[in-house]
């Protein structure tokens, strides 16, 4: 079964890791912040709204932006409470944020492998890319690299025969193309399902953070898939207390090292 993964450059991802960094923040200011963001970048403008329990000036926002776009944009940045009704659902017990249905399933040997392959080439190459694992056929899309260097690179990584660029060498980033968060999900979830998205939300309260955390960790823990979902407001996922998969959601973005980081990859 072919699999596709996209360089943490990509700018989708640099929407989902600009949206990361900025819930960090957040919670930086709020260890409980709710946070809700959505971003959208390309061709020297980058649009933030921002839905939070905090508040945000451009002049929070700007430097994120920019140290994650690595090239000079526009910001236009919204910043507003989140709504009362949404609010007062977490002033006591932590509760469900959000519907959502979710499904974790085990990674194959494949998916790693890709997983490790795209790690490689952002190390090698960090510019925008995109990559497809077939079996042992390997397709490399990347951006700003000559035909030899990729081809030597492929070799080293165990593909001497991977397909480069078929389009020819081409330029990438947020400066030719457009970026949405949360538009990369099978990248970053594999076969994995959500009815929502991974990135821009803070994981106490929001499911489409903790639960799908939870549900993919089940998975790998058990070699099944595990299927699971909530309504807002539910303080208990399929038995499981909402506050112990936030917990648990929380504490694998920890280790991660926070919300950007977490922004890189998605679940693997």
């Known amino acids: ?45 980058c649009f933030v709204e921002i839905e939070s329990s905090e508040l945000f000036t451009d002049n929070e926002i700007k430097p994120i932006v920019d140290r994650i776009s690595e090239c000079p944009v526009k910001l236009e940045l919204i910043s507003v409470k989140q709504d009362p009704h949404l609010a007062e659902n977490q002033s006591g017990e932590v509760r469900c944020g959000d519907n959502g249905i979710f499904k974790g399933v085990p990674l194959t040997d494949e998916e790693k492998e890709i997983s490790r392959i795209t790690r490689a080439f952002d190390e090698k190459f960090p510019t925008d890319g995109k990559y497809i694992l077939d079996g042992r056929e390997l397709i490399v899309c990347q951006s700003n690299a000559t035909e030899k260097e990729l081809r030597e690179f492929c070799t080293e990584l165990g593909y001497p025969d991977a397909i480069i660029n078929p389009l020819g060498e081409w330029e990438g980033g947020s400066s030719t193309d457009c970026g949405c968060t949360n538009r990369k999900l099978g990248s970053d979830m594999a076969q994995s399902v959500t009815g929502g998205g991974l990135h821009g939300k803070d994981g106490r309260s929001k499911a489409d953070v903790c639960v799908n955390i939870y549900a993919f960790v089940k998975a790998q823990e058990l070699n099944r898939p595990v299927e699971m979902f909530c309504a807002i407001g539910d303080t208990e996922v399929n038995g499981t207390p909402f ?23 998605g679940l693997y």
């Open 1 to 45: 079964m072919a699999i596709e993964k996209v360089s943490k450059f990509h700018p989708d991802k640099i929407a989902d890791r600009i949206a990361g960094a900025i819930v960090d923040l957040a919670c930086s200011k709020n260890e409980n912040a709710t946070c809700a963001v959505e971003v959208l970048i390309g061709h020297g403008k």
């Open 243 to 265: 506050s112990e998969i936030s917990n648990f959601g929380l504490d694998y973005i920890k280790t991660l090292g926070g919300y950007e980081s977490f922004a890189e990859y």
